[in-house]
Every structure is written in structure tokens, then in C-alpha cells.
Antibody, heavy 116, light 108 residues
Framework: EVQLVESGGDLVQPGGSLRLSCSVS????????MSWVRQAPGKGLEWVAN????????YYVDSVKGRFTISRDNAKNSLYLQMNSLRAEDTGVYYC?????????WGQGTLVTVSS | EVVLTQSPGTLSLSPGERATLSCRAS???????LAWYQQKPGQAPRLLIY???TRATGIPDRFSGSGSGTDFTLTISRLEPEDFAVYYC?????????FGGGTKVEIK
């Protein structure tokens, strides 16, 4: 059974940092692109970033460029999102998802709240 | 950036009825790289369709996708009680990947 389990979400003040993790079981991520997608409270889905198998390609939505960094550890079968200089508009549920195009597998999400 | 506009915003239908959801792109979506997802409250999205018309593994055949270029459609032939949810389209033909704003299918 495929499982993606996100962790690291928390309440953080504007300007603060968080590191999200996504632990994957049931398939080996080293063969796949991986992505982060977020959803603000009561809103739709927004693609955040994706990364290829060997970390040589990383892409970001404009609103997070220079602040967020996607990375992976294939040996640990895990995906990460380092989030710096957080803003109120970064608040939402962050999902880890398989693939760099469409997303077959999703985690249940981790909640990030940016507020003073 | 490809902007996806979904319509209608809300669709009120009864079980057994046919649902037709639209997704219109601001630019042509290359190679029909369009996907559809279903999301229920408190749950992660679920992949229904990719490549505009290919059903994902385990998706019932009452769900079908069609379209190309800038106009795409998700059809649910006969609504089951578990189909009432929010549906999103997503294009992956260009970066940044983008999602539509969603269509809520609610019980009439």
C-alpha cells in the first residue's frame, strides 16, 4: 500500500521558517519526480514546487521563489520543503504528491499557519 | 502561465443525474496534458483522469474526460452519492503547473 505522510506543519510568526517532510512507503521515490501542492483554508489547490529524480531540476511557483527550497533524500525515501521568510498568505495545508506532471498519490497534508 | 477557468462554480444535481463540468484554458494545453481530481472535505485530492481522457487506476467508468486545446470536460454519467464533492482540473503541459478554481457538485 502506498503511503505519503507529511509532517512539520506548525504555527509560525511572519518571517519565520519551517521545514516540511514527507515520508513515503509503498514505492521508491528515486524513480519519480515529486511535488508539493498547497491549499489555503477554504480555497483551491495551488502547485508549489517539484523536483526531479536526482535534484538537478527544481521548479517553483513565482510566489515562493527565493524563499522555499524543495529537496529529497532518495535513501530515506523522503521529500522535503524548507520554507523561509514565511508570510500570512503561505497559510494552508501542504500536500506531498507523487509525480511532476499529474499526481497519482497524495499525502493527507500538514497544516502551516503563519500568524502573529 | 496557463489560467484554468472552471464552470459552473457549483452544480446542484440529484443522484442518478448526469454532471458535466467544464475547464477552459487561457492558452492551448500542449499534448492534452490535463488532469481531473476529486476532493472531499478533509481529504486529499484523488486523481480521476489524466491525459484529458485516461481514467486512473480504480476509477469507475461513469467518469469520463474529453477535450483538447483550450476546452476540456469531465462528465459523470450517473451521479452516485459518493460523487458529491469538489472537482479540480490541472494542466501539466507547461510550468508553472496550474489548477482551476474548482467546481462543487452538491446534492439538489
Amino acid at each position: 500500500e502506498v503511503q505519503l505522510v507529511e509532517s512539520g506543519g506548525d504555527l509560525v510568526q511572519p518571517g519565520g521558517s519551517l521545514r516540511l517532510s514527507c515520508s513515503v512507503s509503498g514505492f521508491t521515490i528515486s524513480s519519480y519526480w515529486m511535488s508539493w501542492v498547497r491549499q489555503a483554508p477554504g480555497k483551491g489547490l495551488e502547485w508549489v514546487a517539484n523536483i526531479n529524480q536526482d535534484e538537478s531540476e527544481k521548479y517553483y511557483v513565482d510566489s515562493v521563489k527565493g524563499r522555499f527550497t524543495i529537496s529529497r533524500d532518495n535513501a530515506k525515501n523522503s521529500l522535503y520543503l524548507q520554507m523561509n521568510s514565511l508570510r500570512a498568505e503561505d497559510t494552508g495545508v501542504y500536500y506531498c504528491a507523487s509525480g511532476g506532471m499529474y499526481h497519482r498519490f497524495w499525502g493527507q497534508g500538514t497544516l502551516v499557519t503563519v500568524s502573529s | 502561465e496557463v489560467v484554468l477557468t472552471q464552470s459552473p462554480g457549483t452544480l446542484s444535481l440529484s443522484p442518478g443525474e448526469r454532471a458535466t463540468l467544464s475547464c477552459r484554458a487561457s492558452l492551448s494545453v500542449s499534448s492534452s496534458y490535463l488532469a481531473w481530481y476529486q476532493q472531499k472535505p478533509g481529504q486529499a485530492p484523488r486523481l480521476l483522469i489524466y491525459g484529458a481522457s485516461t481514467r486512473a487506476t480504480g476509477i469507475p467508468d461513469r467518469f469520463s474526460g474529453s477535450g483538447s486545446g483550450t476546452d476540456f470536460t469531465l462528465t459523470i454519467s450517473r451521479l452516485e452519492p459518493e460523487d458529491f464533492a469538489v472537482y479540480y482540473c490541472q494542466q501539466y503541459g507547461s510550468s508553472p503547473r496550474t489548477f482551476g478554481g474548482g467546481t462543487k457538485v452538491e446534492i439538489k
